[in-house]
């Protein structure tokens, strides 16, 4: 919440993108932002959604988070790790991994981190509450297993995206097996990386604010 | 023109029953006894949500297609159940629009929607309508700001409108009205705005109020004595789901709501009767016969709007008669529904807030599980083990099948003042969602409870179920399944993605021979039936 933890956006910041007044930001409080996991607030008054729409907006005063790393420099760690081979950037790149176009405004630099070194351990969250990016093992009556991230399920379907970006549609009657596996797709880039060059990756990311045409 | 027409309809409401009403008191006491049609809300009065109507079965339910689809006007939750009288189906849109359709085609014969105010207060819950009552040839419904209107069955017009309580404090209409003989029972909504509760009876033909049964007594009366201080002015006790009615016992089942303010139990201290209770109420007068409260001092939320379900049946060796609730609270409950007795209850659903439930029918307390500053985990979480959405009893097999939420939640307590119109809740919750809940639709044997199958489903559900003779019990998911299960073993049969979640229950009816399943979903009622030829 503060660009320094939670699944959340970045509230450290004068303009928020969900709302750029008082008045939608109070009613973000009361009713969340459909299509996001931002939940609505039904049990707080008037008041208090008042007073918690004015927190907010005084996080936006606060200082922008100092980093160490060097922006430009990490921006070329992005090109030579690859992570363009699954991200996309401003419109370039894969479309396996969430586009990272507005990252910086979407997540603090704890969370970037976190994301580099140690994926899948933030958890973020769908629309829908549940797990995004949750890895599953399907096991289909042909013998085949199918290993991908969950896109959408039901009571009697999923879908999932495989790490060479096919989606399969399974029906789950037709699955002798099935596994939540957790974790992530991504690598960890714990062992790939030296301090600086995380410092500068983190540094790119948190500047990428969906203004970068 | 005015004068004569203000005329005929006093003297039309004025007039003795018509011999040819559509739906004469006496077709609603038999609304269960293979009727075409579905006449009231949960089906008959006994509240089985059963459909006699046994054309699809376990055999040809795999051939199930969409008859039509209707769309609603404007977008919103559908937790209507519809009613079909002789060829037309009553639905109610959100937020208080009321429908009347072909059931052939699917096409519109008329519509009604209130002229309500732009700020409606609806605390604590959507903007929803769940249904329509029918008596002779009139449709009842209420409406979120707390009407109850009289509609004429042929064209919508509005026959009369009664304001039942006022919107400004927090009073709304989500119920279904019941209708019995002469009267048309409502309930109200409220319990998060610190209501008073009530449930009321209105003289079908003229809109008159015949009694109100206030849920929480006043200085002198009864029960009063469970409330310190003040705290029963502004106790709650809601009246938001449709009861249940015994004609030969002449007594209504109903269940009461939350006390306010919901989490912070210290501004009321006692009982709180006869929050999260039942209560069996004298059709004629509305007065008091019984009541068993199954969450005393609720600070969970745990109201009992969920259905009573009267059963004539065997229990302990003995032919009884019956009343049966899946409560909120996580337990299943089976009383005397002549005498109140309680006679038996069981955990249905994970909890953990009670060691059990003593020879009295009340709660031996977990110590530690209230709300507090910093949030207590307990099960179930504040929508309960189920909710509103409607349960199913077959008397085909005996069984009661419930849509189980599968859900904790962490109970936070605050301060609470009362303010007219605002939310008085005292805390709230965060509930553990996404991948740490789930649902499944559990079949209970109904004199005890006891577990028979379950069937999973993802999420922790909102829709109801019904169950018909053809062996089967449909129900819906919050990821848009359409469903049929076996009524013995809870194997999947049929299933169809609608695109919407489906938060509404279930029901039958035939139209030319042809039986027809329909459920809401998403922005649209969809009805489904068998081909009428056999596919080659």
């Not at chain 2, 936070?412 to 809740?425: C, M, N, R, V």
Request: hydrophobic share 40%; aromatic share 10%; net charge negative.
């Amino acid at each position: 919440m503060h660009g320094a933890g939670g699944t959340g956006a970045n509230l450290t910041r004068p303009v928020l993108r969900h709302a750029a007044n008082d008045q939608q930001l109070e009613l973000i409080v009361k009713d969340g932002i459909p299509g996001t996991a931002m939940p609505g607030n039904w049990f707080l008054n008037d008041q208090q959604i008042e007073q918690v729409a004015r927190y907010v907006r005084s996080l936006g005063h606060a200082e922008e988070e100092s980093l160490p790393g060097d922006a430009d420099r990490g921006s070329q760690v992005f090109v030579t790790q690859g992570c363009g081979k699954c991200h996309l950037v401003a419109g370039q790149g894969g479309g396996i991994g969430p586009d990272l176009s507005d990252i910086g405004s979407q997540r603090g630099s704890d969370y970037l981190r976190k994301a580099l070194m140690h994926p899948g351990t933030n958890s973020p969250k769908n629309e829908a509450g549940y797990a995004a990016y949750l890895v599953v093992v399907a096991a289909l009556d042909d013998g085949r297993v199918v290993t991908g991230m969950r896109i959408n399920e039901d009571t009697f379907t999923i879908q999932l995206r495989d790490a060479q970006n096919r989606i399969h549609s399974l029906r789950k009657d037709k699955l002798i097996g099935f596994r939540k596996a957790g974790g992530s797709m991504m690598p960890s880039y714990e062992q790939q990386l030296d301090a600086r060059d995380v410092d500068d990756l983190v540094a790119y990311l948190a500047g990428l604010r969906g203004d970068t045409q | 023109m005015n004068w004569l027409r203000g005329f005929l309809l006093v003297a039309t409401a004025a007039l003795p029953v018509a011999a040819d009403a559509q739906v004469p008191y006496d077709r609603l006491v038999h609304a269960d006894s293979g009727d075409a049609n579905w006449l009231t809300y949960s089906g008959s009065y006994s509240a089985h949500r059963y459909s006699s109507l046994d054309q699809i079965t376990k055999q040809n339910v795999s051939r199930l297609r969409t008859s039509w689809v209707y769309q609603i006007r404007h977008a919103g939750l559908i937790e209507t159940t519809p009613l079909v009288v002789d060829d037309v189906m009553y639905v109610t849109e959100p937020p208080s629009t009321v429908t009347a359709l072909d059931v052939r085609s699917g096409r519109r014969l008329w519509s009604w929607s209130p002229a309500m105010p732009r700020e409606v207060r609806h605390i604590g819950f959507p903007p929803v309508n769940r249904g329509v009552a029918v008596l002779d040839e009139t449709v009842f419904v209420g409406t979120l700001d707390a009407h109850l209107v009289a509609l004429d069955a042929k064209s919508g017009a509005v026959r009369w409108d009664v304001v039942v309580a006022d919107n400004k404090t927090g009073h709304a209409i989500t119920a279904a009205p019941l209708a019995v003989d002469g009267k048309i029972i409502i309930g109200i909504s409220g319990g998060e705005a610190g209501i008073r509760g009530f449930l009321d009876a209105y003289d079908a033909a003229t809109g008159q109020r015949l009694w109100r049964f206030w849920t929480i007594p006043a200085p002198g009366e009864p029960g009063n004595e469970t409330w310190g201080g003040e705290s029963w002015k502004t106790g709650a006790g809601p009246t938001w789901v449709t009861g249940a009615y015994d004609p030969k016992l002449k007594l209504l089942y109903w269940g009461v709501g939350n006390p306010g303010p919901d989490w912070n139990g210290d501004l009321r201290p006692g009982d709180n009767l006869y929050t999260c209770s039942l209560v069996a109420l004298d059709v004629d007068s509305g007065g008091l016969k019984w009541h068993f409260q199954f969450t005393p001092h609720d600070v969970h939320d745990w109201d009992a709007c969920q259905i009573p379900v009267l059963v004539d049946t065997e229990f302990r060796g003995r032919d009884r008669q019956l009343v049966v609730m899946a409560n909120r609270n996580a337990f299943y409950y089976v009383l005397d529904r002549s005498t109140g007795e309680f006679l038996h209850a069981a955990a249905y659903a994970k909890q953990t807030w009670a060691e059990r439930i003593d020879e009295h029918g009340r709660p031996i307390l977990i110590p530690g599980m209230e709300p507090s500053e910093k949030g207590t985990l307990v099960y179930p979480s504040l929508q309960g083990a189920t909710n509103w959405f409607s349960p199913s009893y077959s008397r085909r097999t005996k069984m009661l099948y419930v849509a189980v939420r599968q859900m904790g939640s962490y109970y936070f307590k605050t301060d609470a003042d009362y303010e007219p119109g605002q939310p008085f809740l005292g805390g709230g919750e965060q509930a553990l969602s996404g991948d740490q809940a789930s649902g499944v639709v559990r079949a209970l044997a109904v004199d005890s409870g006891e577990k028979l199958w379950d069937f999973e489903l993802l999420s922790p559900p909102w829709a109801g179920v019904l169950s018909t003779a053809g062996g089967l019990v449909f129900g819906g998911t919050n990821e848009g399944n359409v469903f049929a299960l076996d009524d013995q073993t809870g194997k999947p049969l049929w299933q169809f993605q609608t695109g919407g979640a489906v938060r509404a229950n279930p029901m039958a009816f035939a139209v030319d021979g042809h039986q027809q399943i329909v459920l809401a979903a998403g922005n649209a009622i969809f009805v489904f039936g068998l081909p009428e030829k056999q596919e080659p």
